[in-house]
């Protein structure tokens, strides 16, 4: 996809307002990371100034801190930007996966951090810590502190996270689908 491509997704995917507080970090987060990818040394300097000074402002303004960095899936989904959302750098994000407000994932530690699947949804004030692999199809609960593997189309719930398998009549559905 272009980067005129993911910007108009996250414009429609976050209410198709320019004020919208998930899609002006998510801007600035993809400028950011197109900066990075510029070839010429003085058009990536004048880039990533410009990053630079605007995610002052985002940090200061909707407390959403996505790094340029970060790999995100599409589709990739700020569902409330009422509170802080943090991503370590070096996190790995599936595609379709939605985050609520007050969110953690990976700390300002060294070493690596979490690998997320596909279609996750992380619950508020939730945290993920640690070189994880969060597998597809899992529903983290509000308030939980994952610092295990998850395996795929589970739920994790509670703090210290307890991982059930998901619903029978969900995986049916799934296992129809496919």
Request: charged fraction near 15%; proline fraction near 6%; glycine fraction near 10%.
């Amino acid at each position: 996809m272009t980067l005129f491509e993911l910007i108009r997704g996250d414009f429609i995917r976050h209410g198709r307002s320019l004020t919208e507080a998930a899609f002006v970090s998510l801007l600035i987060y993809r400028w950011g990371s197109w900066a990075l990818t510029v070839r010429n040394p003085v058009g990536r300097w004048l880039a990533c100034k410009v990053y630079g000074f605007f995610k002052i402002f985002v940090l200061n303004v909707t407390k959403i801190w996505i790094p340029p960095q970060v790999k995100l899936g599409e589709d990739f989904h700020i569902i409330h930007a009422e509170g802080s959302l943090s991503i370590h750098p070096q996190v790995v994000v599936g595609d379709r996966c939605g985050v609520m407000h007050n969110v953690t994932i990976g700390t300002n530690m060294r070493g690596r951090a979490p690998i997320i699947g596909d279609d996750v949804f992380i619950g508020v004030n939730s945290t993920v810590l640690g070189p994880i692999t969060i597998g597809d199809r899992v529903r983290i609960g509000a308030n939980t502190s994952v610092t295990t593997n998850v395996p795929s189309d589970s739920v994790v719930i509670g703090s210290p996270a307890k991982i059930y398998p998901s619903l029978p009549i969900f995986a049916a559905k799934r296992q129809a689908a496919e």
